[in-house]
Every structure is written in structure tokens, then in C-alpha cells.
Nanobody
Framework: QVQLVESGGGSVQAGGSLRLSCAAS????????MNWYRQAPGKQRELVVN???????YYSNTVKGRFTISKENAKNTVYLQMDSLKPEDTAVYYC?????????WGQGTQVTVSS
């Protein structure tokens, strides 16, 4: 059973930065793609970043230019660097992975941005 563990969430003021981590229990190269989603209170879960392994990363328009993905294969970890945070970025952020057959989800990490 693959596990995804997110960390790095917290509370920051608008304009601040946070870096989220998603640590997988096996090589991230074994996945067809990984995503970051977020879900704000009372709203549907939305795709933030799509990371096809070996392909181009997709950023949603709401975060493009502010959020950046990086990977550390030796640690089986994907990072989501979030800069210029806005109150509307407040949400629970989830890491997701697909290995061509099965979907895996992390438990989520809370990000709160105050104005």
C-alpha cells in the first residue's frame, strides 16, 4: 500500500510563503502522474498542479506564477513552493498520485492565509 504524507502547512499572512511536501512511500518515478489539489470550506476540491512524470507541469490559472513544483527523487518527495499567498489560497491541500492503476491520496495539510 502506497502512502503519501503531506507536511508544511500552517498559517501565514498575505504575501507570505509556505512550502508543502508530499513524501511517498515508494519512488515517485513509479507514478504516471502526481497532483496537488486543494479544498476550501464549502467548495469543491480543485486541481492546483498536475505533475506528469516525464512531462510538463500544469499549473491552474489561480496559482500560475506564484506556485512552483520541485522534486527530490532521492527522498521520494514532491514540493509545492507557494509564494505571494493570498487569503483565497486558504484550503486543505492534498497530494495525489496515480500509478496507472490505483489512485492514492494523502491526508491533507491545512494552509491558512490571513489578510
Amino acid at each position: 500500500q502506497v502512502q503519501l504524507v503531506e507536511s508544511g502547512g500552517g498559517s501565514v499572512q498575505a504575501g507570505g510563503s509556505l512550502r508543502l511536501s508530499c513524501a511517498a512511500s515508494r519512488s515517485i518515478s513509479s507514478f504516471s502522474y502526481m497532483n496537488w489539489y486543494r479544498q476550501a470550506p464549502g467548495k469543491q476540491r480543485e486541481l492546483v498542479v498536475n505533475i506528469p512524470i516525464g512531462g510538463s507541469t500544469y499549473y491552474s490559472n489561480t496559482v500560475k506564477g506564484r506556485f512552483t513544483i520541485s522534486k527530490e527523487n532521492a527522498k521520494n518527495t514532491v514540493y509545492l513552493q507557494m509564494d505571494s499567498l493570498k487569503p483565497e489560497d486558504t484550503a486543505v491541500y492534498y497530494c495525489y498520485a496515480n500509478d496507472f492503476q490505483i489512485d492514492y491520496w494523502g491526508q491533507g495539510t491545512q494552509v491558512t492565509v490571513s489578510s
